[in-house]
């Protein structure tokens, strides 16, 4: 082990040697000094820690709480980029929606799977056309079209 961490040392001493002297400028001369270092360090300690080496964990194991919150945001964001497109897609076929709310679920695979559209259109004759065109582009999902308040 200390045989191993002694040569490692040597060799790398060596090399770092010789790049030193072809740096172009004292200041990269320290910048490649100062990453030399972090190498030789990690590399005389390797031997000391084990074949498994360091291992570091961000989160508790036993709990998955921040992994549900990313599962959470991941679900939030693609809810709202399907809006997006279902936005524009009326859009572009002369309906003007005012919101469009979307539920999606993650699959295992991580596709997606829209569960639920619920629009709100700016005039009660649009909602037939708006409710076709949305059950074209989402398949099973539910749809949900309704007029403004107060129309």
């Not at 082990?1 to 172009?24: D, H, R, S």
Request: glycine residues 6%; aromatic residues 6%; hydrophobic residues 45%.
């Amino acid at each position: 082990m200390f045989k191993t961490a002694a040569a490692a040392a040597c060799f790398l001493g060596l090399v770092f040697c010789m790049l030193e002297k072809l740096a172009p400028t004292e200041k990269y001369g320290k910048q490649l000094n100062l990453i030399f270092s972090l190498v030789l360090a990690l590399t005389v300690l390797q031997p000391f820690l084990g074949e498994d080496g360091v291992e570091i964990t961000l989160f508790d194991e036993n709990t998955s709480e921040p992994l549900e919150e990313i599962d959470l945001q991941i679900e939030y964001m693609a809810a709202e980029n399907v809006s997006d497109v279902l936005m524009d897609y009326l859009m572009e076929n002369g309906i003007n929606p005012i919101k469009i709310s979307t539920e999606i679920n993650n699959l295992e695979d991580g596709s997606i799977f829209i569960s639920e559209v619920a629009v709100t259109v700016e005039d009660e004759s649009s909602i037939p056309a708006a409710r076709e065109l949305l059950e074209n582009a989402v398949g099973d999902a539910q749809v949900e079209v309704e007029a403004e308040a107060g129309e």
